[in-house]
């Protein structure tokens, strides 16, 4: 079992640095359209969307995404209680 739960440690960690991976990358234009940045979309956009949904009514057209730090968090927590 507790091989079961490092693996599953493991991938959300892995997962938390494609979010941030991703996150990082939306900040630089030359990146658009890349298919670095395509793999990530794949990977992460799923995730953030019902994340953004709850949040974007909330933030006002602040025009700044948190729901990659959400994701993260929420992430982090999960991966902690799995120890």
Known sequence: MELILGAIRAAIGFYILIVFAHAIMSW??????????????RAV???LKPIRSLIMPLQGGTGIDFSPAILIMVLVILRGLLS
């Not at 630089?28 to 979309?41: H, I, N, P, T």
């Open 45 to 47: 956009e799923p995730a």
């Open 28 to 41: 630089f234009g030359s990146m658009r359209g890349s298919q670095v940045e395509a793999l990530l979309d």
